[in-house]
Nanobody, 113 residues
Framework: QVQLVESGGDLVQPGGSLRLSCAAS????????MGWFRQTPGKEREWVAT???????HYADSLKGRFTISRDDAKNTVYLQMNSLKPEDTAVYLC???????WGQGTQVTVSS
């Protein structure tokens, strides 16, 4: 069964950094554009960033410059480096494989002093 497993969420102070990871099974990773989304209670799921199978990256305008998405094809893993974190970045962050339409279970990021 296709699986996406996120990790790296944590409690961090404002201004801090985190790197999230999403490990995927090989059969979906190589052919899929991979993305990160985030969700907070009472709000719609928000797209954060995408990295295509060819390595092209796209970002939500509001997050450009602070977040960086990347993929390691040898490890079947996609990463989200988050810098200069703000309290409003607090959310569950979810990984998504676009063509396979598979979601991970999410990892909690909390930005608070």
């Amino acid at each position: 069964q296709v699986q996406l497993v996120e990790s790296g969420g944590d409690l961090v102070q404002p201004g801090g950094s985190l790197r999230l990871s999403c490990a995927a099974s090989r059969d979906i990773f190589v052919i899929n554009d991979m993305g990160w989304f985030r969700q907070t209670p009472g709000k719609e799921r928000e797209w954060v960033a995408t990295v295509t199978a060819g390595g092209t990256t796209h970002y939500a305008d509001s997050l450009k410059g602070r977040f960086t998405i990347s993929r390691d094809d040898a490890k079947n893993t996609v990463y989200l480096q988050m810098n200069s974190l703000k309290p409003e970045d607090t959310a569950v962050y979810l990984c998504f494989a676009f063509a396979a339409r598979v979601w991970g279970q999410g990892t909690q990021v909390t930005v608070s002093s």
